[in-house]
Nanobody
């Protein structure tokens, strides 16, 4: 069973930054496409960003230019650097690969 453990969430003021991490085990990480999703209260879970095994990336329009997804294959970890955070970025952020989900980490953007 693939395991994904997210960390790095928290409370931040608008305009601030956070870096989320997702440690992955029980999978050949270097071959895995990875994704970050988020779910705000009362809304459906939505795709935020993806990164392929080769390093190609995709971003939802609302986060382009503010968020950066990256991976460290030596550490079996995928990251989501979030800059210029807005209140509408408030959500539980989930790591995903191969039909497996992490437990999520809460990000709250508020003054």
């Amino acid at each position: 069973q693939v395991q994904l453990v997210e960390s790095g969430g928290g409370l931040v003021q608008p305009g601030g930054s956070l870096r989320l991490s997702c440690a992955v085990s029980r999978i050949i990480f270097s071959l895995a496409a990875m994704a970050w999703y988020r779910q705000a209260p009362g809304k459906q879970r939505e795709l935020v960003a993806t990164i392929t095994s080769g390093g190609s990336t995709y971003y939802q329009d609302s986060v382009k230019g503010r968020f950066t997804i990256s991976r460290d294959n030596a550490k079996n970890t995928v990251y989501l650097q979030m800059n210029g955070l807005k209140p509408e970025d408030t959500a539980v952020y989930y790591c995903h690969t191969a039909s497996n989900w992490g437990q999520g980490t809460q990000v709250t953007v508020s003054s």
